[in-house]
């Protein structure tokens, strides 16, 4: 599902405009970045939690040529389904 379509799924689902959906979905993107950086967790009852984890700089050698490079740190967000979502999805 795109961004569009998500979107004109929840206006209809919560008869509001598209545009306040996007702005809405804008405003929650900025905040779950903005608490990723942060490296807490964000917990959704019913959906899941999203985490973050952060990397650090690190060397990596690439297998084919043998060369060296240096990979800078980096946050990683990773998603955990709730137990009732899993058994939504699973029916």
Same mark, same amino acid.
């Given at each position: 599902?795109?961004?569009?379509?998500?979107?004109n799924h929840v206006a209809r689902q919560l008869s509001i405009s598209t545009a306040e959906v996007g702005r809405l979905t804008e405003c929650l993107g900025r905040v779950m970045a903005e608490i990723g950086t942060g490296l807490d967790s964000v917990a959704i009852p019913g959906f899941g939690t999203? &985490? #973050? +984890?952060?990397?650090?700089?690190?060397?990596?050698?690439?297998p084919s040529t043998g060369s060296r490079t240096l990979m800078p740190p980096a946050i990683e967000t990773g998603f955990i &389904? #709730? +137990?009732?979502?899993?058994?939504?999805?699973?029916?």
């Open positions: 599902m795109d961004t569009k379509t998500f979107n999203f &985490t #973050s +984890v952060k990397h650090d700089e690190r060397v990596v050698t690439d &389904t #709730s +137990v009732v979502l899993r058994k939504k999805l699973t029916r």
